[in-house]
């Protein structure tokens, strides 16, 4: 928290259940998502309250679409994303 104040950049606290989850408790893993200017791609709407508009407000626009098959490998659109060095 000390290092994004001193950068300015605003952290949004979530429920556990909008990350992998704790324990047996499988999270949606909507936190793991495709950040660009602007934009944020993930899997799953949020579940803690606030976020939406919170984003919204930053104006980043949210865009959503379902990877079921692959949250249960554990992963989503970041992971999806990050570059595989052979």
Do not use: Q, W
């Not at 429920?15 to 909507?30: F, H, K, R, V």
């Amino acid at each position: 928290k000390k290092h994004l104040s001193m950068l300015d950049v605003p952290l949004i606290e979530l429920l556990p259940e909008d990350t992998c989850g704790i324990a047996d408790n499988l999270g949606t893993m909507a936190v793991n998502g495709l950040s660009l200017p602007g934009i944020f791609i993930n899997a799953e709407p949020f579940k803690t309250p606030g976020v939406e508009k919170k984003i919204s407000s930053l104006g980043v626009t949210r865009s959503s679409s379902p990877l079921p098959y692959f949250h249960h490998a554990g992963g989503s659109y970041h992971c999806l994303t990050n570059e595989v060095r052979l």
